[in-house]
């Protein structure tokens, strides 16, 4: 079992950048895939950026704009959100997936408003 926390979201106006962070409650060795998805009042949850194995994937709403990273000396996986738009407004999820036991993950959430 993995528990995702995510922290970082708030306010910010548009053109302006944001870092998102997720803290998972152990160590992530087994977990191959970890990233960021977000999701509006009516919409599917959609995948903002994530990292299987070296490979880093973005939606192409936001490629050149966000960067995923990932630190598993910390256990942590970061978004870097830059030149932000109103449409980016959402609430962004952690997702992680194990490689043992290939379970799914999800943080709580956290709300990122972009203020036009």
């Known amino acids: 079992q993995v528990q995702l926390v995510e922290s970082g979201g708030g306010l910010v106006q548009a053109g302006g950048s944001l870092r998102l962070s997720c803290a998972a409650s152990r160590s992530t060795f087994d977990i191959n895939v970890m990233g960021w998805y977000r999701q509006t009042p009516g919409n599917q949850r959609e995948l903002v950026a994530v990292i299987t194995g070296s490979t880093t994937n973005y ?4 490629k050149g704009r966000f960067t995923v990273s990932r630190d598993n000396a910390k256990n942590t996986v970061l978004l870097q959100m830059n030149s932000l738009k109103p449409e980016d407004t959402a609430v962004y999820y952690c997702y992680a997936r194990s490689g043992l036991t290939w ?5 709580q959430g956290t709300q990122v408003t972009v203020s036009s």
Not at 59 to 62: F, M, P, Q
Not at 103 to 107: C, F, L, V
């Open 59 to 62: 939606a192409d709403s936001v």
């Open 103 to 107: 379970r799914d993950y999800w943080g």
